[in-house]
């Protein structure tokens, strides 16, 4: 059975880090492209970050350069170093792998506030 489930959410105040991980297992985790994406309230689901099998990463132009996107073959989880962190990044964070097909976490609350 494939499952993904994140960790590392919560409160955290603005320009502070969070580390959010992706545990995964019933997938061939190292063939697997990665991602990271995100939820709002009222809004759609968008893509935060992405990583190839190959280790190739993408971005989102509002995170680049705050955020980062890794792999741990040997553990199959992937984690995304969250860094400077503003109100609007508050949503629900999900973990995405896919060959071809799509898994989906349930997801982890990320809320950036004072």
């Known amino acids: 059975q494939v499952q993904l489930v994140e960790s590392g959410g919560g409160l955290v105040q603005p320009g502070g880090p969070l580390r959010l991980s992706c545990a995964t297992s019933g997938i061939i985790f190292s063939l697997n492209t990665m991602g990271w994406y995100r939820q709002a309230p009222g809004k759609q689901r968008e893509l935060v970050a992405s990583?190839?099998?190959?280790?190739?990463?993408n971005y989102a132009d509002y995170v680049k350069g705050r955020f980062t996107i890794s792999r741990d073959n040997a553990k199959t989880t992937l984690y995304l170093q969250m860094n400077s962190l503003k109100p609007e990044d508050t949503a629900v964070y999900y973990c995405?792998?896919?060959?071809?097909?799509?898994?989906w976490g349930q997801g982890t609350q990320v809320t950036v506030s004072s």
């Open positions: 990583i190839t099998s190959g280790g190739t990463t």
């Open positions: 995405r792998a896919t060959t071809y097909r799509e898994y």
